[in-house]
């Protein structure tokens, strides 16, 4: 640096080191912290400022995986990937937001001590998007953290405090009913047991392909839940498929419905990354009728969904790109609902 009588130097580093003895007096050295810049859904511009319509909730909430590990980071992926889905929708016949304000909000701070603060905590961030003024999209982490979102639905205006009114239409390979996993009662592996223990009213499972004889039990005797099987909805002769009957219920639903969609009740060559991949599951256009048939259903009214599981691998981008377009599908569907009431 010698002989500049004055010199700007532009360090944006965040880990620079340097010796300011070794610096000569007269050189002005400037260090720049720069911010990295917020990712948001489909890299759209958002104003921080509401209401808005559509609000996409990043969940990492990893804490009772019992196979492959990696969900706590599936939300970003899946921020991250819908950068790369085409903001044209035939349905819409026209360019995402569509007029609509959609806001990705900063994820929930998963540095908790206990699966019971974790279970709080993130009840308790849920709670400010559920009150009836935005359609909340909940991005995940295990299934596990469908729980505190049901909790806190109690206060939305559509429930009101009753979630025997609830149906929550569930999109899984797993039943997810059994009473505990690995010795754990609020595992991903439970959940939905749980959420009937809270009261909810009607569980609508769609792709289940993989259960044991204890959730088999409950599948034949809760007349609460209703199990469409992966093997009968999809049939190598389709005559005896009952893909339509299951259509039908879908839209013949009626009053307030939550979408929980686990990204392995897609076939498992679409979603290789997730926790536990499972042949035999729902093609992705599977997945979109029962989305925009949900959304459709003139007697009901959907207040909100969650996609859990989301991973990645090295080796692939499928699977957090295969939940984009599962989750931008919703935003779809929602934004339909809209222009139609």
């Known amino acids: ?37 917020k990712m948001t859904f489909l890299g759209l511009e958002e104003d921080e400022n509401g209401p808005h319509d559509i609000v996409i ?14 969900t706590e980071f599936g939300p970003k992926a899946c921020i991250d990937a819908s950068l790369q889905v085409e903001l044209f929708d035939e349905l819409l016949d026209q360019d995402l937001p569509c007029g609509y304000k959609i806001f990705t909000s900063e994820p929930w701070n998963n540095e908790v001590n206990s699966l019971a603060e ?13 009150n009836g003024e935005q359609f909340p999209i909940f991005l995940g982490g295990e299934h ?34 059994r009473n505990e996993l690995n010795g754990e009662k609020y595992s991903h592996g439970t ?84 926790g536990t991949p499972v042949p035999g599951g729902l093609s992705f256009w599977g997945a979109n009728e029962i ?15 969650d996609i859990n599981e989301i991973s990645t691998s090295p080796n692939t981008n499928l699977t957090e790109f295969s939940a984009a377009l599962i989750t931008t599908k919703i935003v779809v569907g929602h934004i339909i609902s809209q222009k139609r009431d």
């Not at 909730?57 to 990696?70: A, C, H, K, V």
């Not at 339509?244 to 686990?262: M, R, T, Y």
Request: include cysteine; charged fraction near 25%.
């Open 144 to 177: 596990g953290m469908l729980l505190p979102i049901i909790r806190s639905l109690r206060k939305h205006p559509e429930i009101e405090g009753k979630l025997e009114q609830l149906t929550i239409l569930q999109i899984d390979a797993h039943a997810d009913l």
């Open 118 to 130: 974790a279970l709080e905590s993130i009840e308790k961030f849920s709670l400010k998007w559920v």
């Open 291 to 305: 989305i925009m048939e949900l959304f459709s259903a003139s007697n009901a009214k959907v207040i909100g969904a």
């Open 57 to 70: 909730l990043p969940i990492p909430y990893e804490m009772t995986t019992s196979y492959r590990e990696g």
């Open 191 to 274: 959940v939905i047991r749980r959420a009937l223990d809270e009261g909810v009213g009607e569980i609508i499972q769609v792709g289940i392909r993989t259960y044991c004889s204890e959730e088999k039990k409950i599948i034949d005797s809760d007349e609460r839940v209703k199990t469409w099987f992966a093997r009968d909805l999809i049939r190598m002769d389709s005559e005896k498929s009952n893909w339509n009957e299951l259509i039908n219920q879908i839209k013949n639903l009626s009053g307030p419905v939550w979408l929980s969609f686990d990204i392995d009740g897609l076939d498992g060559f679409l979603v290789p990354a997730t």
């Open 1 to 37: 640096m010698d002989g500049c009588d004055l010199s700007t130097i532009l360090y944006t580093d965040f880990k620079f080191n340097f010796n300011p003895e070794a610096i000569n007096r007269e050189t002005l050295v400037v260090i720049i912290m720069e911010e990295p810049s």
